[in-house]
């Protein structure tokens, strides 16, 4: 199964099947099926219906089907295969593996054109289905870029998390990609923008150093468990030779705090906050960092936090990750 090709490419098939036949889309609506009402597709295929069955479903076909008289012929602006996918939805037919977001597009066009309400909501669980082609797991872009496109809130967020996993902000190659192979600019728009205002609100919490949470002085832990009257958070978290400077600047941060920051925006940027429990255990603190560019801190520090208060420092990681949690609108965990 394809992944990230069709979403690279477009509202392709996810698996290349080649279309039946035309006579085929008709096959169970023949003029010898049963049907006394003939709606005919603009690529001229004729479906011989029941304006019973069809009528239940639709409020819009019950008026097409009630008025005028003669051939009792409806020509309608969908293809064969798109009137073939609504008719064996309607009929209760075993229904061809719908394999492309084209179709699946077509179908929720169709569905919403006619008031078949229940035929939308049939659309939307393929892309919950593990074993559908059009799994949101799988394909998280292009079923985001639907339920923009339609207003499914739902799908939306269901995949949401997948999507902040697949698309790469930084990358500029598949930024153009993605925003070429979307069905509508506002779809892609959409998404970005959600991305981007998250990438804001995580570095704005993350280094804001003189405000609540990163600021250990703030009022705020006064009401905790982490801040009782013989010492302060700070007093805890950073060591005596840092303690002046942290208390006396307003701006200061602790080198801890500014080294955890850049270490955890990385990998918030990259995955959804219920992914990162991680970084907020001590040992993504203490672990060793190798690769160029990584500045350490402070090895009193080190020591107070590792070996002496790393509990405190885990509730404290905690109650930022809960602060996160809440302003990004996200899981904190997993369900």
Sequence with gaps: MAESSNEASGWQSVEETECPPQAEFAKGFGPGDGGEFNIRSKDNVDFYVHPAVLGI????????????????????????????????????QTISRVDSFDLVVKGFEVAHKYEIDVMTEWLKTLFRLETSPLYMRHHPLEVYDVASLYGFEDVAEACYDDCIRKLNLDDEEEMERYTNSRRHPKSALALVSRLVKRRSIITQILFTGYSYPLNLLASQWDQTHLAPADKTLADKLICDKCQPSYSEVFYS????QTFWAHQARDVLFREPLVDCERIFKIGFLCKPYDHEGTQTFCEQCFEQLQLRNHAVWEDWAGMVRTYLGEKLQEKVFVE
């Design 57 to 92: 479903a639709s409020p819009i076909f019950k008026d097409l089907m009630s008025v005028g008289s003669g051939e009792r012929v409806v020509e309608l602006t969908e293809d064969a295969q798109t009137i073939r996918l609504m008719l064996a939805y309607l009929y209760h």
């Design 253 to 256: 941060s602790v080198s801890w």
